[in-house]
Structure formats: structure tokens, C-alpha cells
């Protein structure tokens, strides 16, 4: 190895397959092809496994999202105080240049490692706790935000002295994945025809995502084309929100739509079922990013967003998608119809789609990216120990 040569040490706390987490594993593999060195931390599970298998060298550090009910609260309040100890001892076993911390969480288990380490936080959320970001923000060396939303929102908040540390490079996706998925295979194993327009959420069961939106819009989709299909594709990922579920599933009966409603739990990797659908409706409205909008847009998916968010931002209304406007299940039904009923303008909207993506919201471009904003914050340690050789 070179002396020069980055060696990074990539953090999270989570290791079910969310959105940061997908985004992290094709960040990491983007940058190892760049000759950057990448190490991992990480709980075991399924991100943990999908890491070995790619050949990086993992760390096991506890998980810290868990109940925060009852007796596991304090099971939860223990792995937090343990886990800036691991991390310590994990950076001083691999040694990086660099920590770089896939989310606030993760940034707080680096607060015992040595202060000659700098450590980047990655900020993927829009809501966080306004003490820990105050304290989050002096002590990181750099701050990456993973959509033009956050960088507004987190610009917003800090102090002016601290934007120098703020750098944008947005969430991307890796469109290889899709190459050569059969649409009509996917709809095969599903069960659903070829000829019958299939509409579809994929998001995790989370209330902020609003499946209730989509279940609404379906109804009223309903009305107009009858034989349409409708799936929900996602996970109660932390087993948090069975009431949540319920109440969905209640609402689908309750607007008689049982028999053309398909429930999809076990198939959430997106290229397994993003070709299937004729059209992707994603209602939340305080979407950090909006990754699954850019995966259904490369596939040549077409798209309804809400009107502010994450995806208000990678879709521009009527070129590259739809915007709901106040994110109402009758607006999202509207323009979902317009774009069924409409099939020559839908399919300029999706080549248009296609081509934003694979401009802007590639891996390849995170990568370099990436790369980039570490160089910058290794040059600025090195210019300060020149400056200042006696500062430990």
C-alpha cells in the first residue's frame, strides 16, 4: 500500500437494509474501486453480511436502535455507553485517516477516538435533536448532506461559522442493478397479467411514509380504470409499527379494494420489483431524499412525488414526473390517471427520467465526490500540524 493511499472507516449503527444502509454498501464499493482503502463497522445482520461477502474487512460493533420500552431501554442505554469504547478500539486495531460516520448515531459512538483521527458526519435525516447537532458540529471535521433538503434545512440551522464544514453530495443509486430485469418475468412470479396496469409504494411501514395517502389515491384510481392492481412493497423493518400495519390493512378493506391490493413483504430488493409496476406513487411528504424515486425513474418507471421533499427535488413536475400538489390522495390520483391514460407523453417523461438519473444520481458520481471532500479534509489536518507542530 502506498504511503499516500486513503484508508477510511465507515460507521453505522444499523445493519437492516434501509435506504442509508444500500446507500453506504454502493458509496463503499464505489470508493474501493477508486483505490480508497475502506474498512467497516457495523452490527451483525443483514448489511454486516452483504459487506463480507463483498470482501471488505468488518468490524462488529452493537447495534444502538432497539425498544426503548420497558426493561430493553435500559439494554438500549447500555450498548450506547459501550459503543464509543468499540469504535475506539476498532479505529486503533485498523488505523484509518479517516472515520467517516453514516449517521448522527454513528457519529456519536466516535466520541472517544483520538482527536488526531477526523471524523466526516454523514447526515441523512431531516429531524435530529437541535443539542446533539450543536455539539455534532464542532467537533466534525466535515459535514456530508445527502440531498439539496437537507443541506437547506441543516444550512438553516447552524450557526454561520460552521457552513464551511457543510458539503452537498447527493444520495445516488447504482443503475447496473437493473440491467437486463425482465418486466414481465417479475410480474410472472407475482401473479399479475401482463395487460393489467399494476400501481405500487415501496416503503417501509413507517407512519411518516403515509401508505394511508396511497391507499386513498388507490381508491380513487379505482374509480376510473377498474381492472388496475395495486401493491405495497416493504417491511416492518424494526417490528415497531405492527398497530400500523393493522390499521392499513383495515383501510384496504375498508375502501373494498382487498381483492386488488397484493401485500409484498418478502421481495424488497428494488430490481426484483420495480420493473414490475406501470407506475410508482411515493406520497411522504418530508422525504429526506427519495431514493426508490430514482430507482423506478432509471428503470423507466413512471413517477408521482409529493410536492416538497427529497423527491419534490429529483422530479421536475410534468418533464421528468409528477407532482402532487399539497400531497393529497386526490391529486395523486389525478396525475396518476393523466399518466395512464396519456401513453406518448408518459413515455417522453420517462426517457426524460431515465436521462436525469443516470446524469446526476449515480454512484460513480459519489464516488468521485466522496473522494473528494476526504482529500480536501486530509489537506486541511496536514496544513494545521504544519502550522501548529507542537498541537497534539
Known amino acids: 500500500m502506498q504511503k499516500n493511499t486513503m484508508k477510511i472507516l465507515w460507521i453505522d449503527v444499523v445493519s437492516q437494509l434501509g435506504g442509508a444502509q444500500l446507500s453506504m454498501f454502493e458509496a463503499c464499493n464505489e470508493l474501493a474501486a477508486r483505490g480508497v482503502k475502506v474498512d467497516v463497522a457495523l452490527p451483525p445482520g443483514p448489511l454486516f453480511d452483504k459487506f463480507i461477502q463483498a470482501g471488505f474487512t468488518v468490524y462488529p460493533v452493537s447495534p444502538i436502535r432497539a425498544s426503548k420500552k420497558g426493561f430493553a431501554f435500559f439494554k438500549t442505554a447500555a450498548k450506547l455507553l459501550r459503543s464509543p469504547h468499540t469504535v475506539n478500539q476498532i479505529a486503533r486495531v485498523c488505523s484509518p485517516t479517516l472515520i467517516h460516520a453514516n449517521s448522527l448515531a454513528a457519529f456519536m459512538t466516535t466520541s472517544h477516538v483520538s ?12 429531524q435530529s435533536d437541535p443539542h446533539l447537532i450543536r455539539n455534532s458540529l464542532r467537533r466534525a471535521r466535515a459535514i456530508i448532506t445527502a440531498s439539496e433538503v437537507i443541506d437547506e434545512n441543516l444550512t438553516s440551522m447552524v450557526p454561520s461559522r460552521y457552513r464551511g464544514k457543510i458539503h452537498l453530495v447527493r444520495n445516488g443509486i447504482n443503475p ?27 416503503a417501509h411501514f413507517v407512519p411518516w411514509k403515509q401508505h394511508d395517502v396511497f391507499i386513498e389515491s388507490a381508491a380513487l384510481i379505482h374509480q376510473r380504470i377498474p381492472e388496475a392492481q395495486f401493491a405495497l412493497i416493504g417491511k416492518d423493518l424494526f417490528n415497531e409499527n405492527p398497530r400500523y400495519v393493522k390499521q392499513l390493512k383495515a383501510l384496504i378493506a375498508k375502501r373494498n379494494l382487498t381483492d386488488h391490493f397484493h401485500w ?26 427519495g431514493r426508490i424515486v430514482c430507482e423506478a425513474m432509471v428503470c423507466g418507471v413512471p413517477v408521482v412525488v409529493a410536492d416538497t ?8 413536475d410534468r418533464k421528468t414526473g409528477r407532482h402532487a400538489t399539497n400531497g393529497s390522495a386526490e391529486s395523486f390520483a389525478e396525475a396518476a390517471i393523466e399518466l ?24 460513480e458520481r459519489i464516488g468521485q465526490e466522496l473522494k473528494d471532500v476526504y482529500a480536501e479534509v486530509l489537506r486541511t489536518v496536514k496544513e494545521e500540524k504544519e502550522y501548529h507542530p507542537d498541537r497534539d
Open 176 to 202: 447496473k442493478a437493473f440491467v437486463g430485469v425482465n418486466k414481465n418475468t417479475v410480474r410472472e412470479e407475482i401473479g399479475i397479467k401482463p395487460e393489467i396496469p399494476l400501481l405500487g409504494m415501496v
Open 264 to 289: 409484498i413483504e418478502e421481495r424488497t430488493t428494488p430490481e426484483t420489483i420495480i420493473p414490475a409496476l406501470d407506475l410508482l406513487i411515493h406520497p411522504p411528504r418530508h422525504e429526506p431524499f
Open 309 to 316: 421533499g427529497g423527491p419534490a427535488a429529483i422530479v421536475t
Open 115 to 126: 482527536s488526531e483521527i477526523p471524523v466526516i458526519w454523514h447526515v441523512r435525516d431531516l
Open 340 to 363: 395512464l391514460e396519456q401513453p406518448e407523453t408518459c413515455a417522453t417523461i420517462t426517457a426524460s427520467a431515465r436521462d436525469h438519473i443516470l446524469r446526476y444520481f449515480t454512484v
